[in-house]
C-alpha cells in the first residue's frame, strides 16, 4: 500500500512537518510504501475556474500539480494532509493545491469517470494551530473532508494539536509518539 504525505507548512522544520514525518515514519515502519511531497517547493498555479477539468477532464496548466501531484494522488492507497492552521484556514500554498482537486471532482462528479473502482482509500488530516480555541480546526476539518471527497478518498480522522506556536514544540509532546502509533494502527 502507498501513503501520500503532503506538508502544507510554509515553515522549513516546523511543527506540521514534524508531525507529518512521525506519522510518515511510523507508516514506513509499518511496510507501507511512502512519499512525501512539501507544496511549498511545488509549482502550482491557483485555480481560474475556465471549466476546463469539467468538459475535458483535464487542467489547461502544465505544472507541479499535473506532472507530479496528481499522479502521486492517484496511487496513493492513503493520503495525509499535515498543515498548520492560518487563519482558520490552510495556507495559502496549500489551498492553491486543494483548489485544483477540481479536475479530480469534475471527473468523477460532471463526467461519472469510476478510476478507483474497488479501491478503499483513506484520508488523514494532521494539523496544529497556535492557539486553543474550541473552533480552531473547524475550517481544516471542513476543507480537508471536500479535498478528500473529490479525490474518491474517505476522510477517516484527523490528529490535531492546539498551544503549537514556536518552532520545535511539536517535538515536545508528551503524547505524538503513542497517538501517531494508535493512528497507524487503526488505518
Known sequence: MRVLGINGSPRHKGNSQYLMSCFMEEMKARGYDTQALNAVKLKINPCIGCGNCETK????????????????????????????????????????????????WSRKY????????????????????????KDLFDGLNLTARYFFDAADIKYETSLCYRGMDEKGEMENHLTLFEDIRDLARNL
Open 110 to 133: 460532471r463526467l461519472k469517470m469510476d478510476e478507483f473502482k474497488g479501491r478503499k482509500r483513506k484520508g488523514v488530516l494532521l494539523a496544529s494551530g497556535a492557539t486553543h480555541g
Open 57 to 104: 477532464g483535464v487542467c489547461i496548466f502544465e505544472d507541479d500539480f499535473t506532472h507530479i501531484f496528481l499522479p502521486a494522488m492517484i496511487k496513493a492507497d492513503i493520503v495525509v494532509i499535515s498543515s498548520p492552521v492560518y487563519f482558520y484556514a490552510f495556507p495559502a500554498v496549500l489551498k492553491a493545491l486543494i483548489d485544483r482537486i477540481q479536475v479530480m
